[in-house]
């Protein structure tokens, strides 16, 4: 860096808009030899704009949101600062502002008081339960913003699991059978799409053929195909008190090690019926991203998880990081990699900073 400083004859070539013209002149003593300049089109801020193979728009976003009973009241999650849950009439405000500022999607995560936990998730599929309510609510006040709710049970089971508990083990089939009402639950609401995060096998057939039944034929799946067991999901755990009240989730949700088993869960999920297909967490997984992108021609979604918008709260907290650029930097790695749409906590920071 000391450089330019401490050798006062080293040119000072300018760094900005202001180096706008290509007409300077080298003595041609000192011209390389060499055809490729790739500096040439890194010239001027201008110029880079036109080069520039990846932008990243309001358009790519969608914004979760932990939604909890009550009413005038919002609570900062302590390992996300900046996000909130929030009772339904606060929420339907940042719904508001979100959908103002031009994100197009939510998704919905819910806080479940502990009473209403049991092992089967009922609460899930109850048609008055707080996400039918909320979705309800977000259609009549911001009837074109698009609503997703998330289909699992771990913030309803007193497990913490996604699945039915049986004898220490997660029950597939028996599982399914409940996301298949907690989806058509959500349908009935005025969900646009429904998004099974739980990995259990065989559910997006199950849900797309539920749906179908029913008529709800224009009801979207976004499908969480390559979810992986993550350590980066421990402040979202936080936010909705759903942590596993024993062992962890890697009988349904994959090993970071695996590539070629997230193509074949891929796979399985288009042929089940899926519309967009996901993986999560996003920032560890970009080959994963660019991979699937490749493999199919269905939108692919990211999800740039809780544990990834907490650390880089904490470094910028610290001063260690610069926060907007870190966080520009960060989601366009996710669409570099192939990702089209990108759900982040970041929604309405970035919908900003695009703004100018
Ligand atoms: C639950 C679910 C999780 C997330 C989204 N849906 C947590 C988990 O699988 O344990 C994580 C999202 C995040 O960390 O931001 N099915």
Not at 42 to 62: A, N
Not at 127 to 148: E, T, Y
Not at 261 to 276: C, F, N, P, Q, R
Request: aromatic share 6%; glycine share 6%.
């Amino acid at each position: 860096m000391a450089l330019t400083e401490a050798s006062p004859s080293f040119p000072q070539t300018p760094q900005t808009e202001a180096d706008s013209t290509a007409s300077e002149q080298q003595p041609a003593s000192t011209v390389l030899r060499i055809l490729h300049r790739p500096r040439r089109l890194r010239r001027t801020e201008t110029l880079r704009r036109m080069v520039r193979e990846t932008v990243l728009q309001v358009e790519d976003l969608i914004y979760p949101l932990f939604v909890m009973e009550g009413e005038g009241q919002r609570e900062e999650v302590p390992s996300m600062p900046g996000c909130y849950r929030y009772t339904l009439d606060l929420l339907l405000d940042e719904v508001k502002e979100a959908y103002d500022l031009g994100i197009g999607a939510i998704a919905l995560f819910p806080l479940i008081p502990h009473e209403q936990k049991d092992n089967a998730g009922t609460e899930s599929y109850n048609p008055d339960g707080l996400i039918p309510q909320a979705v309800r609510a977000i259609k009549q006040a911001v009837p074109n913003i698009l609503v997703i709710t998330d289909v699992a049970l771990d913030p309803y089971s007193s497990e913490g699991h996604d699945g039915i508990v049986h004898d220490g083990k997660i029950l597939n089939d028996e599982t399914v059978a409940v996301l298949v009402k907690q989806a058509l639950v959500q349908a009935e609401a005025g969900a646009d799409f429904v998004a099974p995060s739980d990995m259990m096998d065989g559910r997006v057939g199950a849900i797309r053929r539920a749906l179908d039944a029913k008529g709800w034929i224009n009801v979207g799946i976004l499908a969480y195909s390559a979810k992986y067991a993550s350590a980066y999901y421990g402040p979202f755990r936080d936010a909705l008190d759903s942590a596993p009240k024993f062992g962890d989730k890697k009988t349904y949700q994959m090993d970071a090690a695996n590539a070629r088993e997230a193509i074949k869960e891929v796979d399985l999920d288009i042929s089940e019926g899926a519309d967009i297909v996901m993986v999560k967490p996003a920032l560890a997984y970009l080959d994963i991203i660019c991979q699937i992108k490749q493999h199919t021609h269905l939108p692919v979604a990211a999800y740039n998880v809780s544990g990834e918008y907490a650390m880089i709260k904490a470094a910028a907290a610290q001063d260690w990081i610069d926060e907007k650029k870190v966080i520009l930097e960060t989601l366009t790695s996710m669409k570099r990699a192939g990702a089209d749409l990108i759900l982040t906590y970041f929604a309405k920071d970035v919908a900003l900073m695009l703004q100018g």
